[in-house]
């Protein structure tokens, strides 16, 4: 550690992914967010925050903690027992786009160190809003939407990230993009992302992910994908199909009308339900009493399976079906986009993240599979 003593300051954004499990995708506005939590959907960002604090317990005596009062860091730091400056309190019941940006001004105005945040692409706009790049920050994954590269590729690594630079080992700094996307557009089946500026973040190699890429893929490679997986989907078999544009030409191969941005569900060559939310892949999972399989894509550039876009497929979802019934298409083109890095899990829990690490089948092409590495 160095001679000098370092500051950090916590902030959560308790709402960030609410849409996820309920498949609103996104928890933008407070509409959405009572909408959300009308449907089932339970808080998550805490819990992931948790997951990174628990990377700095080693050097909590050594390092100064500010936070924002209530379920904004002041309650998940005193339940792991750090102690910490409470700097201001959100002013409602439910949190605020407004209360983000305070807290991160009265991080700045408290000349913390690093800011250690929990949120989605939203948060991370917010805080670009309020305090530009004057203060380095590491994002903790805890939204629906993640395309911003200011996030760690987990919470774990967002915590470790965070060590690594409080105890002076960071090589340095960097300007990362902070983007978002439009809600309303998305929830209509298309992508409208947008370039909002720059934080500044440690540089930490691999713990930090990189931007999405959305270059396409060639036709004839990823028709060769989905004549693979098509023709050998098997009957009887319930199958769970997340977002994506790879994954929507395997349904458009089987001329149903499924959703881009959302998880649809298929048995026996017919559409079951469309745009599905976990406790209605819950549901008929449990109805279904047979077989199950998920058929996922990676997110260019970033190489995530689950945890981003996609948390709809919860973590008990992907229990029940357990790693040899998933079924993995990427083209080539997507996997080179990786330059050769690891497939990511992020469901936010972290045993099942540990289950699905090693090794995985990737459907590449016709006949054509590659065994890949995945990491949490």
Avoid: C
């Avoid at 902030?11 to 499990?21: C, K, M, S, T, V």
């Avoid at 996104?26 to 805490?46: Q, R």
């Avoid at 948390?311 to 050769?340: C, E, H």
């Amino acid at each position: 550690m160095s001679s000098k003593r370092k500051s950090i300051g916590v902030i959560i954004n308790p709402i960030a992914g609410l849409g996820g499990r309920v498949g609103l995708k996104g928890s933008d506005g407070p509409e959405i967010v009572e909408k959300a939590l009308a449907m089932g959907a339970e808080p998550e960002s805490s819990i992931r925050t948790g997951y990174a604090l628990a990377q700095l317990k080693a050097i909590k005596e050594e390092v100064d903690f500010y936070t924002y009062g209530g379920d904004m860091g002041e309650h998940q730091l005193e339940e792991l027992g750090f102690e910490a400056k409470v700097v201001g309190w959100p002013e409602g019941e439910r949190t605020t786009a407004e209360d983000t940006m305070k807290a991160a001004k009265a991080m700045k105005e408290a000349e913390v160190d690093l800011i250690l945040f929990a949120g989605g692409d939203g948060t991370a706009r917010n805080i670009y809003e309020a305090i530009g790049d004057s203060v380095p920050v590491v994002g903790i994954p805890a939204g629906v939407k993640i395309h911003s590269a200011v996030y760690a590729t987990n919470a774990r690594n967002a915590g470790l990230a965070a060590k690594d630079y409080l105890e002076g080992n960071a090589e340095g700094f960097k300007l990362s993009e902070v983007m978002d996307i439009d809600e309303e557009i998305f929830r209509q089946g298309r992508l409208s992302a947008k370039l909002y500026g720059y934080l500044q973040i440690p540089e930490a190699g691999n713990r930090m992910q990189n931007t999405k890429s959305s270059a396409p893929s060639e036709h004839e490679e990823l028709m060769g994908v989905v004549d693979h997986i098509v023709s050998r989907m098997e009957e009887d078999t319930l199958y769970i199909i997340g977002p994506g544009s790879t994954t929507r030409a395997i349904m458009e191969a089987m001329d149903l009308e499924g959703s881009l941005l959302g998880v649809d569900l298929v048995k026996n060559g017919e559409l079951v339900d469309s745009d599905v939310s976990e406790k209605a892949i819950w549901d008929q999972i449990q109805r279904s009493g047979g077989n199950v399989k998920i058929i996922v894509t990676i997110i260019g550039g970033q190489g995530n399976l689950f945890g981003r876009g996609n948390q709809q497929i919860s973590p008990r979802v992907i229990r029940y079906v357990g790693k040899k019934n998933i079924i993995v298409a990427a083209t080539g083109s997507k996997l080179l986009s990786l330059q050769g890095e690891a497939l990511l899990v992020d469901t936010g829990d972290e045993a099942l993240d540990e289950e699905l690490s090693g090794y995985i089948e990737v459907v590449k092409g016709y006949a054509f599979t590659a065994s890949y590495p995945v990491t949490n």
